[in-house]
């Protein structure tokens, strides 16, 4: 017993040195602290280095607001459709789909979609419309079986050469409307009455806009041109 007393005094005696060490270390780290932080001599004493100032912590930013859902169920007494014959709770497949019925009992025809067609295309205007170039989606174009201005028989003799801009409407049937001809300018009246001659026996396609034919305004000039036959040798048949 004496010996575990003394083993026990030797080992406090022994700690006790190194316990004052440390506390010593730390009282001059204070002091060193303490020291490096004083204000400088030569600052006043009302300067912002020798007071002790507090800042406060920044104001905390309000988050998000949760939104819980709260989902509550409520006993029903009254008999539904989601309840059996007998107050009891249906389950999947009890019941058959219902299909509306018409008045004789039967379901109502469906519309038969693969008979009926696209409404017509109306017909811009009226059926007296008359269009330009501009406003058709297709043009009228003259038949190669087209008659053509006959060459003036004097001014052909005279070797006279003209034109005429001539302006008509040519209607849905593909004849050329002779009410509406008109004379833009020419270089000789008989070539206007040439054109004028002819108009009648011309054959054209329609214009067109989408499916349906309609009237259109046409400009046109015609050329009466003499190609030269001097060069060319006459063919002598031989005996």
């Not at 607001?65 to 999947?92: A, H, K, M, S």
């Not at 593909?174 to 020419?186: E, I, K, P, Q, Y």
């Not at 396609?205 to 046409?218: D, E, H, N, T, Y």
């Amino acid at each position: 017993m004496m010996r575990l007393w003394v083993e026990s005094y030797e080992r406090k005696s022994s700690v006790a040195p190194v316990g004052a060490f440390s506390a010593a270390a730390h009282a001059l780290l204070v002091a060193g602290w303490v020291y490096a932080t004083m204000p400088a001599a030569d600052v006043p004493p009302d300067s912002m280095m020798s007071r002790v100032v507090f800042i406060p912590p920044p104001d905390r930013t309000p988050g998000p607001r949760v939104i819980r859902e709260v989902v509550r169920y409520v006993e029903t007494t009254f008999d539904g459709p989601g309840l059996g014959d007998e107050g009891t709770q249906r389950t999947l497949g009890d019941a058959k789909p219902v299909t509306a019925v018409g008045d004789a009992g039967r379901a109502p025809p469906l519309p038969d979609t693969a008979t009926t067609s696209a409404p017509p295309t109306p017909l811009p205007g009226n059926q007296d419309s008359v269009f330009s170039i501009l406003e058709v989606d297709t043009a009228v174009v003259r038949s190669q079986n087209s008659a053509a201005p006959a060459y003036p028989l004097k001014l052909l003799e005279a070797h006279v050469m003209g034109t005429v801009a001539a302006r008509y409407v040519v209607d849905t049937t593909g004849f050329a409307d002779t009410a509406s001809f008109t004379v833009l300018r020419s270089t000789h009246p008989e070539f206007v009455a040439a054109v004028r001659d002819a108009l009648p026996y011309m054959r054209f396609s329609p214009a067109k806009i989408g499916p349906l034919k309609v009237r259109q305004l046409v400009e046109q000039n015609f050329t009466f041109r003499i190609n030269d036959t001097a060069a060319v040798k006459p063919v002598v048949k031989k005996p």
